[in-house]
């Protein structure tokens, strides 16, 4: 007999959504850096992760090479974003956003507190 439904769809790993971008200001709700605001400096979706600015530093003991003296290396680790909250720079703290459509089309993320946008300026 042959089984239905064995091939249910996955998830495919592209559509994962994480709601934080590179270069968002973030801040981390929990874990041992909670409280830290901190500049998203890389985002891997489909890990669900990301690297912010000066949160989730790591030790890295380097063995001396030819090209390098060794010792150890400081570096953010990625942190998942489920404990990441975007910041609102007008309330002082992190928020939940809503999507909002400017009169040129653009799609803006805005504090639903304040109305801010959000937006990382470059
Ligand atoms: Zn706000």
């Known amino acids: 007999?042959?089984?239905r439904g064995a091939n249910k769809k996955l998830p495919k790993s592209h559509e994962v959504k994480?709601?934080?971008k590179k270069n968002d200001m973030v801040v981390v709700i929990s874990g041992?850096?909670?409280?830290?605001?901190?500049k998203v400096l890389q985002v891997f979706p489909r890990k669900?992760?990301?690297?912010?600015e000066?949160?989730?530093i790591v030790?890295?003991?380097m063995k001396p090479t030819p090209y390098s003296s060794g010792g150890i290396v400081e570096k953010p680790a990625p942190i998942?974003?489920?404990n990441l909250m975007l910041y609102c720079p007008k309330c002082k703290r992190g928020v939940r956003v809503?999507?909002?459509f400017l009169e040129d089309g653009t799609k803006v993320r805005v504090c639903k507190k304040c109305g801010e946008i959000i937006e990382p300026k470059e």
């Open 18 to 20: 994480v709601h934080v």
């Open 32 to 38: 041992k850096d909670k409280g830290k605001v901190g």
């Open 80 to 82: 998942h974003v489920s």
């Open 98 to 100: 809503s999507r909002k």
């Open 59 to 61: 030790k890295k003991h």
């Open 1 to 3: 007999m042959i089984r």
């Open 48 to 52: 669900g992760r990301a690297i912010v």
């Open 54 to 56: 000066g949160v989730n």
